[in-house]
């Protein structure tokens, strides 16, 4: 099969633009990407962009051909790919895929989300889109509430702690504090984390990301074509899965399958285990689903992600460094961007030159991205070699 | 390249189901593809939905991992493809590069539209989505007004007239009479046409394609495989372009850069030239639409659609059958679904095996679905053989 590495990446600030619409943040990111690839917008085959509901955001579908429209891309293809909040992890992906079926050799994907257009409680309702309509919206959940039922019953199986879950927000802040792109960029405490305003028990506002706008890009070129590029990092493996929408048809609430099945096809094709990962991206929307997320991963056996937290394993300078830019907590989380934000934080660490948000020695990196309750998986395996 | 072929077809009936939901229909879609096949679910390796606005139509996102979920089929890679009206075309498309790729070898693609949950005004605001909100949409254009602009050029620069669009829909009807598929199975008059309530100078409402329920799907297999099943139909080319998403900032409004840079890519790869394909299939989601198809895909000189039509060119038994099966006048068009059934008719006519609506002979098949006003086409061209 054809290799394909990443040679451009860049995401605009994580926050409320309240002066930057949709459009503006997707162009945004796409130069951001292409000046760090040293290429031009003429240079570029197809463009694939993540977006989960701009429908409801911003009274606009058909983002795709916005982007290529507002970016002077057209006539190239461009094509929208959803997964709620894993919306930019598949685009990333269908642009991998276009690269490796021959019919591309230099292509952008992005991932772009303007929440802040709408009031917090539509955002909510919109968000709602992403798990079952006719099971779960209808009856009043939120996804606070769906990740509350996982982190209860996490508690239950496992005697995960409320602190434990604390300290996951504690130390995306802490990373977080470093990455002047992030939303809230600095540090808090566990006593903070727990004093903070109850939203649906045991979660509490400090255990949940943010409404963010932003937008983030990445280009993608054949294996051909990435020698003539400095420090191309490879895709090393891709996988996806999905489960059933609604989170009481699963066997496991304190697991997701879809994140399992993902993550076996990407250390496959990756010849990786958990072990030879470097640094780590995880999909923390509630500090739960890190604890989830690292268990399902294999960075520790189920169950074991709670105290693996608390035992400062996941920091930047510990065992195995997760979300070591800030995670959706502190960087936010504009749903659509989120996917392809990791990857593009994996890549710097990657290249070496990441500053003072650097990992020193990191050669592989992994990134997970969760749609909705864990309904979509993507699991994107990167690294220096292959 | 590794070529692919579709070897399952099938879709629902199209209309106003208020007794079934985009699950179900979705769902019923799958099964009908997978009967024609003569496959299991366990057999499928991903699945790809096209769907254009179900977030605003049912409040639901996420429909890819719906869909999976719904038939049975996860955890497979689920992944929703949204591009306006051409969403499906699109993620048609995308199964035949993840074939093509080597990561796949039976996939699934579908489309799918609920659009009768939601208020008529409500739908017509929502299909706004597909235009510029902030140019179009926000002033108030509807799309039946952006095509009503394009037709008011084309009769003032190439003297089609009133009468000619008309015929579209007579010709489109008179198909989908022998459709029983069809949301409106029964042949119109040019008088009827002419007569009924005018909707944007100078469109009708006997022009404008309706507000419609419905899904449809496809099983693609990799060449390797294609041998094992019978009567297969090969996807000889693919072509997919953008353009401006609003009408104003194109060079003309009587033609789709879009379609002519979709049609040359598929014409290309399938080493076809337009007089070459035996039957067609257009969007004519306005009549006029179809008369700018015809000429954006060669079948005759810019300017001269209108005449092309009144010839009879267009009919069943004329030079270039188009619509053979009702378009989507006739037939109906659930955005989201539209794509994928004009390649099923294609498909089906190329099987030689389609009963009444066959056509006989017919070797090759173009599809063209657009979406939006243009911003999006795609141009998929199919064959008996390779």
Redesign the interface.
Known sequence: ??RVAVIGAGYTKFGEHWNK?L?QLSTEAGALALEDAKLEGKDIQA?YIGN?????F?????V???A??QSG????????????CASSA?AF??A???I????HDIVIAAGAEKMTDITGASALS?L???????WE?SIGLTFAGLYALMAQRHMKDYGTTREQMAMVSVNNHKNGSLNPLAQHPFEITVEKVLNSSLIADPLRLLDCSPITDGAAAVVLVSEELAKRFENPIWVLGSG???????LH?RNSMTEM??TK?AAKIAYGEAKLKPENIDVVEVHDCFSINEIIAIEDLGFCEKGQGGKFVEDNKIARDGERPVNTTGGLKSIGHPVGATGIRQIIDIVKQLRGTYGSLQINGAKTGLALNI??SG??AAVHILGREY
């Open positions: 099969m054809r619409s459009r463009l989960m509901s701009s429908g409801h911003i009274g606009q579908e058909h795709a051909a916005l290529a429209d891309l057209t006539p190239i293809p461009a094509t929208r790919v959803e997964a709620a598949l992906r269908q991998v895929l276009s490796m079926s021959g019919k919109t709602m889109g992403a798990g079952d309509q006719e919206s996806q899965a999905s489960d059933t929408l609604a048809n399958l879809s099945v749609g909705g309904a979509t």
